[in-house]
């Protein structure tokens, strides 16, 4: 169907209407109702949130899991999309399908699976205790913060991939192969010809990946319980127990959101970087 002149001028002036729409009525109202409840009460809720030091330690925590979580993820996910690239077109679709299984599963599912496995009582953790090792030790380090980071990289590492492997596939490999033609060892080639390509999308999925393991909250819940101390668990203290603390929880909800947002923003000025 032939779209008119006429056509096409409505949708380039009225066609991102539903979508500003729908970012005002799910992000902005929201973010508004945040910003009106963390004021509640003359700002009395700032001071109580910075002065606490648990939340300083929650800062902190929180940032040093989505480190971990990140780091690992694209340590894994770069390989893997490195195999992506390099497969068949039929083979690709089948990777790429199971790939997106752990996508599809909850936070509380991927907690719950990872206790059966890896717990106290957990399938690897008798294993290897019939092979001498202490269960308690072996089962109690998946309700740890490198427990934790190991449990997100299972649905981080996937969107790693899935990111990177259009960029390897795509990779123009002429210098490259100039470079290896001239005499350059493969691993010096790689690293001054194919990072210089590769790195900004390396690091934009990096900053993506860390983005969503600092704001993870249902994994978390179900493995460590408010054991450990993240931002997302102590905004759960505030609303339970009750404590039903509207402010104080709006104000880490901002705090959070802030630092998600100054993570993503990162990642896209490197991913620009790219562009340009």
Known sequence: MRVSSMQ?????????????????VCFVLPLAALVGAAFDGGGRAFAAVFGDPLVADAIVRSLALAIGAGTLSVAVGVPVAFVLAGQSPARRRWSLALLGVPL?????????????????????????????????????????????????????IPRVALMLYPALANLDRRPLEAALTLGARPWRAWIDVAWRELWPSIASAW??????????????????????????????????????????????????????????????????????
Request: charged residues 10%; hydrophobic residues 55%.
């Open 207 to 276: 900053c993506l990946v860390g983005a969503i393991a600092l704001g993870t909250y249902g994994t978390a819940l179900a493995l460590a319980g408010t054991q450990v101390n993240i931002l997302p668990l102590l905004m759960y203290l505030k609303l339970s127990d009750g404590q039903t603390d509207f402010s104080q929880a709006a104000v880490l909800s901002i705090v959070l959101t802030a630092l998600c947002t100054c993570v993503l923003a990162l990642g896209e000025g490197l991913a620009r970087q790219r562009r340009h």
């Open 8 to 24: 096409r001028g409505v949708l380039r002036r009225y066609g991102a209407v539903p979508a500003a729409g729908l970012f005002a």
């Open 104 to 156: 599809a599963f909850s936070g509380l599912v991927i907690a719950y699976g990872f206790i059966l496995v890896f717990g106290r009582a957990g399938f690897v953790t008798m294993l290897l205790a019939s092979l001498g090792a202490d269960p308690t030790v072996v089962g109690g380090a998946i309700y740890t913060m490198p427990g934790l980071a190991f449990a997100y990289a299972y649905y981080l």
